[in-house]
């Protein structure tokens, strides 16, 4: 007789609805010996101020420019910027249809969360933070309002292992004259989950037009209708956090709204933003106890491209078929040395990870809530 499957032990794949790709799951390997890359440890003890940091209050950055002497957060135009404003020059033609070139053009911005050199946002207070929400909805709004932006992409790369270049506390904001290609693939995931008239109806809160929400539908599941709610790693007021069912990082966090469906940051009510917060608060501390270090990751939201022209009115807008969503997408697999590498099969063939998404939420929910460095 066959042996009865068991997802904690035996590999499967589980598939990932907004991306449409699939995920190999080999609980089975987590326990395989590591003589691989070792990386060195992340610096947790950084002074309050750094003379020598593009970012700390006062300083002079690399292209030149004095920063203010700011007490909360500080916006500007990235010195170095991935897209440059517009207007474009227009390409040549096609040598070929299979060489074909776009030009893009947009605005690249950095937002300096703290003063403080030393403060992630494990470590800042939850007002802290906050004040952080409402400089991503004023930059969001400003940008997503101009002429010819048709997406606007705020993230945060945390760790030298993610690319980080300056230790200091930020994030950036990129505003492009097109919608990049993984939003893209989401919002036309959204959007066909939307119109599927086979789409059984549930108590979970309904998108635009009274329409089905993916996103909507999955977090009702998990906070709701599942028993253990065991991919769920904390959760409040107007929020979770769980590991979601299709993870491919190890500690892959996605971080939603849980009780109506929310558009954008700028649709966030007061209480919301608290909430919001809050969550960014407990995640990122629960990421710095796993390891007991400064945990390094790629955080991105993923809403929709552009706020609404006329708030007013734009409450049944086809666009609020996006759903606000925040990705945490963390490389360490087994300490703050270790690290999980996208290669060889992930690169050929498909993404895929040894712990289970529910392994490792269990592990995450049982961190605390207060930061060790502080306990």
């Excluded at 119109?195 to 998990?222: D, K, Q, T, W």
């Excluded at 919301?272 to 939201?301: P, Q, W």
Aim: glycine share 4%; proline share 10%.
């Amino acid at each position: 007789m066959a042996e009865q499957f068991d997802p904690a032990t035996h590999p499967h794949r589980r598939f990932n609805p907004l991306t449409g790709e699939y995920v190999l799951v080999s609980p089975q390997r987590s326990n395989r010996p590591w003589q691989g890359q070792i990386e060195p440890p992340q610096l947790t003890v950084l002074p309050q101020y750094d003379p020598k940091c593009y970012l700390c209050p006062g300083n002079e950055r690399a292209g030149g420019q004095i920063n203010e002497t700011y007490e909360h957060t500080m916006v500007f135009v990235n010195d170095y910027a991935a897209i440059l404003p517009p207007p474009s020059p227009i390409a040549p033609a096609a040598p070929h249809p299979l060489l074909a070139t776009q030009p893009v053009d947009g605005q690249c911005d950095v937002l300096a969360f703290h003063p403080r050199h030393d403060l992630t946002l494990a470590r800042l207070a939850v007002d802290d933070i906050t004040r952080i929400v409402d400089e991503w909805i004023a930059v969001y709004k400003r940008r997503g309002t101009q002429e010819g932006i048709k997406y606007v992409q705020i993230f945060e790369n945390k760790g030298t292992m993610m690319g980080c270049s300056n230790t200091h506390p930020h994030g950036q904001v990129w505003s492009l004259g097109e919608v990049p290609s993984i939003p893209y693939m989401e919002l036309a995931s959204l959007a066909r989950y939307a119109m599927n008239p086979n789409v059984a109806p549930s108590h979970a809160p309904r998108g635009p037009f009274g329409r089905p929400c993916l996103l909507c539908e999955y977090i009702h599941f998990e906070v709701s209708v599942s028993e253990s709610q065991s991919r769920v790693v904390v959760k409040n007021e107007h929020f979770v956090a769980l590991v979601p069912w299709w993870a491919t990082w190890p500690f892959e966090i996605l971080l939603l709204p849980r009780l109506r469906h929310v558009p954008s940051i700028l649709h966030l009510t007061k209480e919301e933003k608290l909430s919001f917060a809050n969550i960014l608060s407990l995640v990122t501390k629960r990421y710095d106890n796993l390891f007991s270090c400064s945990f390094a990751y790629s955080m991105g939201i993923h809403q929709r491209p552009t706020p609404p022209k006329d708030e007013c009115t734009d409450s049944d807008n086809e666009a609020n078929i996006a759903h606000l969503h925040v990705h945490f997408f963390p490389p360490l697999l087994r300490s703050a040395s270790v690290r999980k590498f996208l290669v060889g099969f992930e690169l050929m063939a498909e993404a895929q990870r040894d712990i289970t998404p529910e392994e490792a939420a269990s592990r995450l929910r049982a961190c605390s809530e207060v930061h060790y460095l502080d306990s």
